[in-house]
T-cell receptor
């Protein structure tokens, strides 16, 4: 069975600190896709990134970076020099190539304190 | 390009009333998903469609819930009769194909009194 675990329920950091959100996934399939979504206080769900299982290159987008490691089944998300606007719930998710459904983790609520 | 459009944004109604939530997916997207989000249960997939055909409705909580997709640009989620435990945020999302990113609407915040 497939599963996504975000062990950190809630994290608080002071603005400008770096913060890493952990995501561990489980699947026996060799072809799969991993996602991160952001849900700010306004409530909408915003797609951030998709990674396929054959691409282990790290991704950087501005202050955001993602570290995909198949050896540890992890797809961690780091925010560098955090800002108050980064405060949100962040969801990690998994889908299989042979499936249409996305399996979401429970989310990590991130508070960036001014 | 317009995103996924949901209406209404907020709905407050009394227990026992019929509730209809609406969704317009992104044009050209073949998949449409309905989710429910609560504090207790997180984000739950209720049902999804491929090319207007319901593929998996195993997440629909009970017979009081029904969903339709009469054409590629419109879907409804109906609750009849509504109960207070149905209070939640309901999201609609669409994607090109199953493993592509899903794009979410702004959600409908439903309160059943």
């Amino acid at each position: 069975a497939q599963k996504v675990t975000q062990a950190q329920t809630e994290i608080s950091v002071v603005e400008k600190e770096d913060v890493t959100l952990d995501c561990v996934y489980e699947t026996r399939d060799t072809t799969y896709y991993l996602f991160w979504y952001k849900q700010p206080p306004s409530g909408e769900l915003v797609f951030l990134i998709r990674r396929n299982s054959f691409d282990e290159q790290n991704e950087i987008s501005g202050r955001y970076s993602w570290n995909f490691q198949k050896s540890t089944s992890s797809f961690n998300f780091t925010i560098t020099a955090s800002q108050v606007v980064d405060s949100a719930v962040y969801f990690c998710a998994l889908t299989l190539n042979r499936d249409d459904k996305i399996i979401f983790g429970k989310g990590t609520r991130l508070h960036i304190l001014p | 390009d317009a995103g996924v459009i949901q209406s209404p944004r907020h709905e407050v109604t009394e227990m026992g009333q019929e509730v209809t939530l609406r969704c317009k997916p992104i044009s050209g997207h073949d998949y449409l998903f309905w989710y429910r989000q609560t504090m207790m249960r997180g984000l739950e997939l209720l049902i999804y469609f491929n090319n207007n055909v319901p593929i998996d409705d195993s997440g629909m909580p009970e017979d009081r819930f029904s969903a339709k997709m009469p054409n590629a640009s419109f879907s409804t989620l109906k609750i009849q009769p509504s109960e207070p435990r149905d209070s939640a945020v309901y999201f609609c999302a669409s994607s090109l194909v199953g493993y592509q990113p899903q794009h979410f609407g702004d959600g409908t915040r439903l309160s059943i009194l």
